[in-house]
């Protein structure tokens, strides 16, 4: 099983809709991030959280709201999902300690359409 | 606030040939600079990373980078290039305690010509 796991992994949704995209991880790590990839603009931070009570905007975070349920999950929610959100959606975790420090981890993706 | 910069969007090489990859960075105090390789359809996988120390570091799959503080640039290197290497590149800076913080450049797309 993946370290780091996503779903859905694919969502067809229509404008307006709620949309929440889920992470679960069992490296034990303490922080997580989500980031969303479009062409030719690279990764781009939404929100990254240090553990349930520290949850941090990054470069985009309008229009999206995270929870952080555990330390193993962290969810991305649309709450009222537009076209231009449609893009790649990667969770992410890191350990932020020794050798590790920094390194993230990735799950494989939720590609989300918004019509 | 930290930022990348990756100017080439695309490159081409020929098998065999040599790579360079450029990134630059923009940062009050010294980052943590990675780079991470993303082949097709995949997540995204570190090749290696800086902190401290050794201005040059090594990485897997043969990639090697130089931090230069003066030019705030750490370019990524490979001095023979195989097919298999054909991927999309990401350049990121962390910042904060232990990099808490990581912002990634927009990438540059490898192609390998035969």
């Known amino acids: 099983d993946a370290d780091v796991t996503q779903t859905p992994r694919n969502r067809i949704t229509k404008t307006g809709k709620r949309i929440m995209l889920e992470c679960s991880q069992t490296k034990g790590h303490d922080r997580m991030y989500w980031y969303r990839q479009d062409p030719g603009l690279g990764l781009r931070l939404i929100y990254y959280?240090?553990?349930?009570?520290?949850?941090n905007k990054g470069e985009i975070s309008d229009g999206y709201s995270v929870s952080r349920q555990a330390q193993a999950k962290f969810s991305l929610s649309l709450e009222s999902a537009i076209p231009n959100q449609t893009a790649l959606y990667f969770c992410?975790?890191?350990?932020?300690?020794?050798?590790?420090?920094?390194?993230?981890?990735f799950g494989e993706g939720s590609r989300l359409t918004v019509l | 606030a930290q930022s990348v910069t990756q100017p080439d969007i695309h490159i081409t090489v020929s098998e065999g040939a040599s790579l360079e990859l450029r990134c630059n960075y923009s940062?009050?105090?010294?980052?943590?600079l990675f780079w991470y390789v993303q082949s097709p359809g995949q997540g995204l996988q570190l090749l290696l990373k800086y902190f401290s120390g050794d201005t040059l570091v090594q990485g897997i799959k043969g990639f090697e980078a130089e931090f230069k503080r003066s030019q705030s640039s750490f370019n990524l290197r490979k001095p023979s290039v195989h097919w298999s290497d054909a991927a999309e590149y990401f350049c990121a800076v962390g910042a904060g305690s232990s990099a808490s913080k990581i912002i990634f450049g927009s990438g540059t797309r490898l192609s390998i010509r035969p």
């Open positions: 992410a975790t890191s350990g932020g300690q020794g050798a590790s420090t920094g390194e993230l981890f």
């Open positions: 959280s240090f553990d349930v009570k520290d949850i």
């Open positions: 940062y009050g105090a010294t980052p943590y």
